[in-house]
C-alpha cells in the first residue's frame, strides 16, 4: 500500500529565510509525487510534481523540491519565504501512473515578518 | 468551465437524511477523485474513477456512502442515513490522465445537525 508521511504538524520561519518543509513516501513501485498547497476557505492548489527526470523540481511561486529515491522523500523548499506562504501544504503520492493519490497529514506553514 | 465545480457549495441536512454532491470535472479529463477533509485535519481518499475502468472504491467509509460517474462527465456522491460524524468539507478533483496533477474543485461544506 503507499503511504506519505509528513512529520512536521507546524513549521515556523521568519519571512527571507529559507524553508523547508518535510515529506516521505512509500510505494512498491515508481513514485509519482506531488505538493499542493491550501489557503483558509479555499480549494487546494498544485505546487509541482516529481515524474521522472531531474531530481530537483521547480513549480510555482519560487518553490522547489528535492526528489531523494534512497531516502524517499521529497521535501519542499523555498529559498526565501513570504509572509504570503504561510498556508496548509500537502504531499501526495501515487504508485506509478495509475490509481488513487494518497495524500499526508499536511503541514501548516507560518511565516513571520 | 475552466476548473472543476462542485455543487452545492454548502449543504446542512438534518440527521438521517440522504445528500447528493455534484462534480463537474474539467472538460476532456479522464480522471475523477473524491476526498474527504474534517475540520483541520488531511484528505481521506473515498473514491477514483479512470475512463471506463472499474472504479476504486476502497476509501468509502461505509455502504451509506456510493458514487456514480456518467463516462467521463460529471459525478455524484451519495450519503445515505446521513450521520453527525459525515460532516466534512467533500473535495472532488480530475486530472488529464491518471499520471498528472490533479486539479481541485472548491469543495462541498456539508454539516449534519
Known amino acids: 500500500a503507499q503511504s506519505v508521511a509528513q512529520p512536521e504538524d507546524q513549521v515556523n520561519v521568519a519571512e527571507g529565510n529559507p524553508l523547508t518543509v518535510k515529506c516521505t513516501y512509500s510505494v512498491s513501485g515508481n513514485p509519482y509525487l506531488f505538493w499542493y498547497v491550501q489557503y483558509p476557505n479555499r480549494g487546494l492548489q498544485f505546487l509541482l510534481k516529481?515524474?521522472?527526470?531531474?531530481?530537483l523540481v521547480k513549480g510555482s511561486y519560487g518553490f522547489e523540491a528535492e526528489f531523494n529515491k534512497s531516502q524517499t522523500s521529497f521535501h519542499l523548499k523555498k529559498p526565501s519565504a513570504l509572509v504570503s506562504d504561510s498556508a496548509l501544504y500537502f504531499c501526495a503520492v501515487r504508485d506509478g501512473s495509475y490509481g488513487k493519490l494518497t495524500f499526508g497529514q499536511g503541514t501548516i506553514l507560518t511565516v513571520h515578518p | 468551465g475552466a476548473g472543476v465545480s462542485q455543487s452545492p457549495s454548502n449543504k446542512v441536512t438534518e440527521k438521517g437524511k440522504d445528500v447528493e454532491l455534484r462534480c463537474d470535472p474539467i472538460s476532456g479529463h479522464t480522471a475523477l477523485y473524491w476526498y474527504r477533509q474534517r475540520l483541520g485535519q488531511g484528505l481521506e481518499f473515498l473514491i477514483y474513477?479512470?475512463?471506463?475502468?472499474?472504479?476504486?472504491k476502497s476509501g468509502l467509509p461505509s455502504d451509506r456512502f456510493s458514487a456514480e460517474r456518467t463516462g467521463e462527465s460529471v459525478s455524484t456522491l451519495t450519503i445515505q442515513r446521513t450521520q453527525q460524524e459525515d460532516s466534512a468539507v467533500y473535495l472532488c478533483?480530475?486530472?488529464?490522465?491518471?499520471?498528472?496533477?490533479?486539479?481541485f474543485g472548491q469543495g462541498t461544506r456539508l454539516t449534519v445537525v
Open positions: 478533483a480530475s486530472s488529464k490522465q491518471s499520471n498528472t496533477e490533479a486539479f
Open positions: 474513477f479512470q475512463g471506463n475502468s472499474a472504479p476504486d
Open positions: 516529481y515524474i521522472t527526470g531531474d531530481n
